[in-house]
């Protein structure tokens, strides 16, 4: 009994990819496996639909997923419980502070200070939140395919 | 002739499964009597269902229509959707444009050293400086990753233009096409850095990113057509259970009024025998409450309807 719950209250730590699901997100959860003719780890992939009716994940997030007692569909068997790093936005465990490649954010600023700020530069605070130019400029949400038709009344954004 | 056929027939006990079927005529004195029957059973229209793998061709009028190639340099594909803006050809290059001299030079001097007598080159550099200082972080920024990718979509557009003018340029079309591998680059790993950013300079720039599609593959009629056809699948189950959906929600308002009716007469029944009632008022207002509200539900739908169609 003790064992089945702690199965049940089993987290995962994933990376979340593009799926065209309403209210779940596909999460990629990596693995090392043992190969036993080589004794060497080689990474392998599991995917996981965990239940996120807000979305509050985006491609590309690496988030904290957690099994559920029950299945909520046939495919959706976890829930999403934190977004733990999302996607170009990190932020520096030790200072705290945001992080852009290998400066920090303030360190950015202060340099532009120095060297006289242009008025059309970048600005953080300004900034919309992530997710504004979805579907229409940046198309990471969906998978993206090659085109293999010409539809009369379809477009095709995700086609390439 | 042997044929592979997988029969399926609804009353007898055989369902999908594979004969060999010898090809006789109906009044061969070889075939046995299994074979007569099934025969004659696969004659009759209703067990005429045979579906075959080999060499199979769907009677399905779908048409393919296979997509037009178009080169990796089109903006289309590179995902420019804006040209390069005009220049104003009455500026100076940017060498004379602090020039002291030209300022109280003659007037048809300053004409010949206007950009309309400079070679094109000289306007594009014009260009290429305007579309860095529109997005760059400082006055001497030029190694940020923003500024290096406007200061490849200036020479993208420009020879993209080029390209357009001397479409046997090979030179050019390398360069560009090396340039334009490299900007998609740059943006993946602005998209990872800095997400906020990436997306700000998709805006100013006015350039789509799509992420490459997980694998390769040709373009081929026969997986065309799988993928057509299995759309077309898709669409005729979804159309059927939505018919099945309304065909049930039509049936809806006459059942509930059916269930009221019995109900009722189940109560009177077991009162008049003396009975102890085993339905109660309470459900059947239940059943009326949810009847009432699913006229109404109705009603406001249909007035949806009409307000939409009127405007």
Redesign the interface.
């Known amino acids: 009994m003790a064992l089945l719950q702690a199965s049940k209250a089993f987290m995962l730590l994933g990376r979340c990819v593009p799926s065209v699901k309403q209210n779940a997100s596909k999460i990629q959860v990596k693995r090392l496996v043992l190969d036993e003719n080589l004794h060497m780890y080689f990474g392998e992939f599991e995917y996981y639909y965990a239940h996120d009716p807000g979305k509050i994940c985006k491609t590309g997030d690496v988030v904290l997923i957690q099994q559920l007692p029950e299945k909520v569909t046939r495919l959706i068997t976890h829930q999403v419980l934190e977004v733990v790093y999302p996607l170009g936005d990190v932020t520096d465990p030790i200072t705290g502070k945001k992080v852009v490649v290998g400066k920090y954010r303030d360190e950015i600023e202060e340099a532009n200070k120095l060297f006289g700020e242009s008025a059309g530069r970048f600005m953080y605070d300004k900034a919309p939140k992530r997710g504004w130019q979805e579907d229409k400029k940046d198309f990471t949400n969906r998978e993206t395919y090659i085109k293999y038709h010409v539809f009369e009344n379809d477009d095709q954004p995700y086609a390439v | 002739m042997a044929y592979n056929y997988f029969l399926l027939v609804r009353n007898g006990q055989i369902l999908f499964r594979t004969f060999s079927v010898f090809r006789m005529y109906s009044n061969s004195s070889k075939c046995g009597v299994t074979c007569k029957g099934l025969h004659r059973l696969s004659l009759q229209p209703q067990f005429h269902q045979i579906f075959r793998n080999y060499a199979f061709k769907s009677d399905l009028k779908i048409k ?5 190639k178009i080169p990796c340099i089109k903006p289309e594909k590179s995902g420019d ?1 804006a040209l390069l803006p005009a220049v104003d050809k009455n500026q100076y290059p940017l060498e004379f444009q602090k020039s002291e001299e030209l300022k109280t030079a003659d007037k048809l001097v300053r004409r010949v050293f206007s950009l309309e007598f400079f070679p094109r080159q000289h306007s594009m550099k014009i260009l290429r400086i305007e579309m860095i ?9 030029g190694g940020s990753s ?1 500024s290096k990718i406007a200061q490849m979509t200036a020479d993208i557009r420009n020879f993209q233009q080029l390209m357009e003018e001397f479409p046997r340029d090979k030179r050019c079309k390398v360069q560009l096409k090396e340039l334009i591998d490299r900007r998609k680059k740059w943006l993946k790993f602005l ?14 720039l ?9 694998e ?2 040709w ?1 081929t009629r026969k ?2 057509l799988r ?2 056809t299995d759309k077309h699948c898709a669409e005729v189950r979804q159309q059927r259970l939505d018919a099945y959906r309304a065909s049930l929600e039509g049936q809806q308002v006459d059942f509930l009024r059916e269930k009221a009716k019995k109900l009722q007469w189940i109560r009177n029944e077991e009162q008049e025998c003396g009975v102890e009632p085993t339905v109660s008022e309470a459900d059947i207002e239940n059943v009326l409450k949810q009847l009432k509200e699913l006229q109404l539900s109705r009603e406001q739908t249909l007035k949806d309807e009409v307000k939409l169609s009127v405007l």
Do not use: M, T
């Open positions: 393919w229509v296979r997509p037009p959707l200082n529109s997005v760059k972080r400082h006055a001497l920024d923003e998209r990872k850095w800095d997400y906020k950013r990436f997306e700000w300079l998709l805006e100013k006015d350039l789509v990113y799509k992420p490459a599609p997980s390769f593959h373009i997986d065309s993928k057509l």
